[in-house]
């Protein structure tokens, strides 16, 4: 590590410390030919997979477009910006957890409605209606209710299936 006063590239490590809300480690060091003291922060980047989008294009998965979406369907709900944080945090390793190198746009609108039907169900409903992109009221309803049913008769069969 290279002194940020000095430019020496002989750095020691004074003290770690790892930062589990944040999901990094602290490092304070000190430079052995000025002896300047700084602190760095470590975080492991992992390599998010491709988003696959309905026409086919592909982007990267993008943490600030999810937390767009998700604070345009949470706005004056009482969801603070830290759970959005760690609703982000848990929708990632729920995308890494598929073990792909590309996940299509409905999978990802999937874990997240899943997730935020959890947390709060009007903020579901609200990311859904401009998620699923339906043309009239009817139709989001018919949807909506079609979803919940189906969600309803998957947890049924697999209750049904755990008796057996």
């Given amino acids: 590590m290279l002194c940020p006063q000095c430019s020496a590239p002989d750095t020691r490590v004074i003290d770690s410390r790892t930062l589990l809300e944040e999901n990094c480690t602290r490092r304070r060091r000190k430079c052995d030919v000025c002896e300047f003291r700084f602190?760095?922060?470590?975080?492991?980047?992992?390599?998010?997979?491709?988003?696959?989008?309905?026409?086919?294009?592909?982007?990267?998965?993008?943490?600030?477009?999810?937390m767009k979406g998700l604070k345009k369907a949470c706005s004056k709900r009482p969801i603070s910006a830290n759970q959005l944080e760690k609703f982000i945090d848990k929708i990632e390793k729920s995308v890494l957890d598929l073990s792909k190198s590309e996940v299509s746009s409905d999978q990802l609108g999937n874990i997240i409605m899943d997730e935020l039907k959890k947390i709060d169900p009007v903020s579901y409903v609200r990311f859904a209606s401009f998620y699923w992109d339906f043309g009239d009221i009817e139709d989001f309803v018919y949807g909506l209710k079609n979803n919940l049913n189906a969600k309803k008769d998957i947890c049924y069969q697999g209750i049904k299936s755990e008796l057996n």
């Avoid at 980047?45 to 592909?58: N, T």
């Fill in 39 to 66: 602190t760095t922060y470590e975080k492991l980047h992992l390599q998010m997979p491709q988003i696959v989008k309905k026409d086919g294009r592909r982007e990267n998965f993008n943490r600030e477009k999810v």
